[in-house]
């Protein structure tokens, strides 16, 4: 078995943005793109990722150490040309036994052993997201996705969670995490084309031994218009399932064992031996809108009635002081 060992060399950051930046006094808005940088990965992850066993079809970048044993990146894209930078670690990767589909980049030290580099596939030392921008931009998507109003009704009936949507192109649907527990089904029903925000709420989720269709289909092409947004999870849990859509959790560590995720991963961490399938999303987010903050002022200042009602004191004062030197 061969190892190579690689230092650190240098690292270069390319600040990448969703969001317009907002200047004080002036309302800004800007549309969120998809996922914006992290549109085109199949798995991102803000933190570390620990895989085994496992593959992801689409391309993969970690915000902390990556962690991998017998894993496979890209394996669902093109076996000719160049898919570019396949696997992105912003830290340190210990990456033992599998394949990338194009280059591996690493940003701290690396140690691999048994990797193929496929379609002329390169392995070297650089840095070329900003995971800690992009991250705050996905958290803040997130949050605000979270905040949105719902349009569609939730029914509960005998373990099954049914979604039900009539909007031609944008169905938001509002769902606990204690919903999910001893579900036997989760279905989704909207026009076709239309974008789905499932929104989750509370600090923890579990996904485990239930089904997913959507519009009557277990793998209908709508899923890739599916996104379910956990805004408040720090915990998240899936296994034995095979989730139709993308899961954003930007702040939750995934443990995710015995499944696939059909879309796009986009974690705080990542743990365990789920696959991630190339389903990436790819419906219409509804506009971010980003208020300015209130400005407050330390002093009351006059209104211009105000200041012209002074201005006509102060000046019949001059005059009669004029006078009265006059008389004098």
Do not use: C
Request: charged fraction near 10%; aromatic fraction near 8%; avoid cysteine.
């Amino acid at each position: 078995m061969k190892t190579n060992t690689f230092s650190r060399l240098g690292q270069f950051a390319a600040p990448l943005s969703i969001a317009a930046t907002m200047v004080l006094g002036f309302s800004t808005q800007a549309h969120a793109i998809s996922l914006g940088a992290a549109s085109d990965y199949n798995v991102f992850t803000l933190g570390d990722m620990t895989q085994w066993n496992t593959d992801a079809e689409g391309k993969v970048a970690v915000g902390g150490n990556a962690t991998l044993t017998n894993f496979y990146a890209g394996m669902g894209l093109p076996n000719s040309g160049n898919n570019g930078d396949v696997l992105i670690v912003s830290q340190d990767l210990l990456f033992t036994g599998g394949s990338v589909q194009g280059n591996a980049v690493y940003g701290g030290n690396a140690t691999v052993s048994n990797v193929n580099f496929n379609n002329n596939g390169i392995l070297r030392n650089d840095n070329p997201l900003d995971f800690a921008q992009v991250g705050k931009e996905l958290q803040d998507l997130s949050k605000y996705l979270g905040g949105l109003t719902a349009n569609g009704n939730k029914t509960i009936a005998y373990g099954g969670v049914s979604l039900t949507g009539l909007d031609s192109s944008l169905n938001i649907f509002n769902v606990a995490a204690s919903d999910l527990n001893g579900a036997n089904s989760f279905k989704i029903n909207t026009p076709t084309d239309s974008t789905v925000v499932v929104n989750i709420s509370g600090p923890s989720a579990v996904l485990q031994n239930f089904g997913f269709e959507i519009n009557g289909s277990p793998n209908n092409p709508q899923r890739q218009k599916v996104i379910y947004n956990f805004y408040e999870a720090t915990n998240l849990t899936a296994q034995g399932i095979g989730i139709q859509g993308s899961v954003l959790a930007p702040f939750a560590n995934f443990q995710f064992n015995n499944g696939q995720v059909n879309g796009n991963v986009i974690v705080g961490s990542l743990t365990g031996s789920g696959q991630s399938n190339l389903h990436l999303f790819n419906g219409n987010l509804p506009e971010l809108r980003l208020v300015p903050p209130t400005v407050k002022v330390s002093q009351a200042v006059p209104e211009p009635a105000t200041l012209a009602g002074l201005g006509l004191v102060a000046a019949a004062g001059i005059v009669s002081r004029a006078k009265n030197k006059k008389k004098g």
